[in-house]
């Protein structure tokens, strides 16, 4: 009998890691596709929307919400004011936006450089201060909107405990994550 000759091969990895695999391959398993932050889920809308995004909201976030809904004034005419809802990485709805707020507002595209602090980290902020407060977060609902050409970006974060009872109302500087508002 010949002796094959085997190479050992080392493999490390760590417990965070493990979990990570473990996770995904339980949410494949029941069909549950993972949620996203708002930065991955603009990533899905094609340039002539994204550059001219007025609004960016979602709910249920823990800390990411299962699906983005923008609002942007595309690039072309034709398109006019659109309302986009981004699910998985992929838009699975885009119509004529009738927010009459949008549609007679003055509201100012996002300069999404700008936004420094993805509404991951507005929603660790709101986790941080929730908890200063003796109290803990269990959901969050997110707006990203900007108040003029010059303005920084700001986080709207409604807070709701793990009861979904609310809590109060974050307004966050996207450019820098101070806390400018608490209610």
């Known amino acids: 009998m010949e002796r094959i000759k085997t190479f050992p091969v080392e493999m490390k990895y760590s417990r ?15 069909g549950v596709a993972p949620a996203e932050s708002a930065r991955k889920a603009a990533s899905a809308l094609p340039d002539r929307y994204r550059s001219k995004i ?11 919400p299962p699906q983005w809904y923008f ?34 507002g ?8 700008q936004v420094l602090v993805d509404s991951r980290g507005a929603y660790d902020i709101a986790k941080r201060y929730v908890a200063a407060r003796h109290r803990k977060l269990g959901s969050a609902s997110f707006l990203l909107d900007q108040k003029g050409e010059g303005a920084s970006p700001i986080w709207s974060v409604w807070c ?20 400018i508002f608490w209610e």
């Open 106 to 113: 003055d509201f100012t595209p996002i300069n999404l450089s």
């Open 54 to 64: 007025v609004r960016i909201s979602a709910d249920n976030g823990a800390p990411d």
């Open 16 to 30: 965070t890691s493990i979990a990570c695999l473990v996770a995904a391959a339980f949410a494949c398993t029941i």
């Open 71 to 104: 609002v942007s004034r595309a690039s072309h005419s034709a398109d006019g004011i659109l309302s986009i809802t981004v699910r998985n990485g992929k838009i699975v709805q885009q119509k004529t936006s009738l927010d009459l707020r949008v549609l007679l």
């Open 160 to 179: 709701y405990d793990p009861d979904t009872k609310y809590i109060g109302l974050m307004k966050v500087l996207a450019s820098t994550g101070d806390v």
